[in-house]
């Protein structure tokens, strides 16, 4: 398979084994709720290493992956910085900085992704996908990238999203769409879903026949055969009820063999036509539909659009935090409804503006589902900008906005266009009602759009501060709009604040200068010896009991606290070892076989054959050093 080459691959190619692993520390003032590890995450630091701190908590679990990072444009200020420790690329580094006029900015983008994604599929479940938007600037370099972490089998799509409404005045060839590349961790075992069908889509649906089986709309029952030496079996004859025979037209076939259609007539899911004789046609029923598939054009009318996006964050957080380019919730909702339930997980490593928590707890709060987001922001707006977004999408925040009403909207043909005079006078009088003059009605709708005069008519109510009337692609519209203040409703839920804090370090723990919580030390060292992710202990777990792996409990006889590592109580004893012993047959009991017990401590006071017995594998803390200390 071809390779992509940039300069400083083979330093990042394995650079994030290097990363030192950094446990989250909880800041429970900045979130909702308890403060909890397992909630929904906003994490303030490096994404890199964000990556890495949640590899112990999320490895293999993560359902859907979004990302937005730097477009590379030359232009956005963005930096390359991993912390990383070859002087080589420090060299490199330092001496290439990111801007318009370097041509290594490409090398850079690629050095800066190419950890992140790796991270990003290890995180990733088995039936997960990763979705990243990006411009005409690093696409094809990403899905090079992309091919050779994920494996080129692994690609589903290239989405294309529209994303303005308009073309660019200032190009003469401007650009209208962002590119989303989307992978799977693993093709064969990805799970995605067919779209809800919209009203319109369900209005489709009709009973003519007073089928039993509800509505229905039906479809073509060919399918393409260019070459009639092909698909013999699928060209036989079918009686119409009229008696008559007919075969598929030319160059097509029957889409179902003969003693498939058969069945299906039986069944009364064939349609013959509102005469009863006309080609057939197959049924599908609304209440059997399991939806409808999506295509890789996105229109911005189906999920939004940059203004779009930038409306949502002015309404949200006003004025004084506004965010470039910021994604539209309708878009992330999208891809929600393609490539999650409703217990999954997502990430977004690049969280921005935080849209992604909003489209998941608006997906929550529509069907009551369970999906947990988790966000990661590097720049110093993590927590007035993304965190807030998030608590005022849970709690509720006043914006104000434009109410719009439409009181009239016709399609203007041109026998009805030379009636403008009766047009015109539905105009004036819906004016008059709605408390408005009627002066300067036939500029108004022969112009493109206009707005209507705000004076009052004496004795009329008056609902709106203005009127606009418009003629647009053969459509009249007439809108009211008004101004207004409000509260918009929480979604409710809750989130955990979080940050980064300082890298585990052998040799800080073996002076004893810094003793990790348990559950940062726990969560780590499960990780590294399992390969497992730490879950939430049973309610009746004994004290030390660390997690459950694949194939072992987990034990850490640990405390940060100095004196207790130096005593004896920290150590695996007999009776421990026979307390932790029993209570594994008793998870066991009745399931076959209890699994062995991997216990990290200090010390043990037990021989190998002692261990053996009682089903313990012991892996040495560093702190039994401390006894000299």
């Known amino acids: 398979m071809p390779e992509i080459v940039f300069k400083g691959k083979e330093y990042v190619y394995n650079h994030h084994l290097t990363v030192p692993y950094r446990p989250l520390v909880v800041d429970a003032a900045k979130g909702i709720g308890p403060g909890d590890l397992n909630s929904n995450l906003v994490i303030h630091g490096d994404n890199l290493h964000a990556l890495k701190a949640l590899l112990p908590r999320y490895a293999g679990r993560v359902d859907l992956v979004f990302i937005d990072p730097p477009y590379n444009t030359g232009n956005e200020g963005w930096c390359y910085s991993d912390g990383v420790n070859s002087p080589i690329m420090k060299e490199w580094l330092s001496t290439n900085p990111v801007d318009g006029d370097d041509m290594l900015r490409h090398d850079k983008w690629l050095c800066m992704m190419w950890p992140r994604l790796v991270l990003l599929r290890e995180l990733m479940s088995e039936t997960g996908s990763i979705w990243i938007t990006l411009d005409d600037n690093e696409v094809h370099r990403a899905r090079m990238v992309l091919d050779e972490i994920f494996g080129a089998d692994n690609f589903v799509a290239n989405v294309v999203w529209q994303k303005r409404t308009s073309p660019e005045s200032r190009k003469k060839l401007g650009a209208a769409h962002d590119h989303m590349l989307v992978f799977a961790k693993q093709k064969s075992e990805l799970l995605l879903s067919k ?6 889509q369900v209005e489709e649906f009709a009973n003519p026949d007073n089928d039993p089986n509800g509505p229905w709309t039906s479809t073509d029952l060919t399918a393409q055969n260019p070459d009639p030496t092909k698909r013999k079996d699928q060209q036989y004859r079918i009686e119409l009820p009229n008696g008559e025979w007919v075969s598929p037209p030319p160059g097509r076939a029957w889409s179902t063999l003969e003693p498939e259609f058969l069945r299906l007539k039986l069944e009364g899911r064939i349609w013959f036509g509102a005469s009863g004789n006309a080609r057939p046609r197959v049924k599908t029923y609304l209440n059997q539909s399991e939806g409808v598939s999506s295509w890789t054009w996105w229109t911005n009318e189906e999920v939004g ?3 779009e996006a930038k409306k949502e964050i002015l309404e949200i957080l006003g004025p004084s935090n506004a965010f470039d380019y910021p ?8 891809i929600l409804d393609l490539a999650s339930n409703k217990n999954s997980i997502i990430l977004d490593s690049f969280a921005g503006s935080g849209t992604t928590a909003h489209a998941v707890l608006k997906a929550n709060a529509r069907d009551n589902g369970q999906r947990k987001f988790i ?6 707006y993590a927590d007035r900008l993304t965190a807030e977004r998030v608590r005022r999408a849970i709690r509720g925040y006043a914006w104000q906005g434009t109410q719009r009403e439409t009181l009239l909207e016709e399609k203007i043909n041109f026998t009805q266009f030379r009636k403008a005079e009766q047009w015109l006078a539905k105009v004036e009088a819906i004016k008059v009602a709605e408390g408005f003059g009627a002066e300067d009605g036939a500029q108004m709708v022969l112009g493109e759009a206009a707005t209507a005069p705000t004076t009052n008519t004496p004795g009329r109510k ?3 501060d203005k009127i606009n009337v418009e003629l ?3 459509v009249l519209r007439v809108e009211g709009e008004k101004r207004i203040s409000q509260m918009a409703d929480g979604l409710g839920g809750e989130f955990t604040y979080c940050t ?5 370090s052998i040799e800080k723990l073996l002076s004893g200068q810094d003793l990790p919580s348990f559950e940062a030390l726990g969560a780590w060292l499960l990780h590294t010896a399992t390969g497992g992710t730490l879950q939430a202990p049973p309610p009746d777990a004994p004290a030390f009991y660390l997690s459950e792996a694949q194939d072992a409990h987990v034990w850490l006889v640990y405390r940060p606290d100095l004196a207790f590592l130096k005593s004896a109580d920290a150590a695996l004893t007999l009776s421990r070892a026979q307390a932790m012993a029993e209570w594994g047959y008793a998870r066991h009991e009745g399931q076959g076989a209890p699994k062995r017990h991997l216990v990290f401590a200090p010390a043990k006071y037990l021989s190998n054959a002692q261990l053996r017995e009682h089903g313990i594998e012991f892996a040495a803390l560093p702190f039994a050093l401390f006894r000299s200390l």
């Open 500 to 504: 980064l804090g300082e890298p585990l």
């Open 472 to 474: 647009k692609d053969g």
């Open 195 to 200: 779209l809800a069908r919209s009203l319109e």
């Open 462 to 464: 008056k609902r709106f």
């Open 327 to 334: 994604k539209p919730t309708r878009l992330i909702s999208r």
């Open 375 to 380: 966000l990661v922001e590097g720049e110093d």
């Open 305 to 307: 659009h940059n203004q």
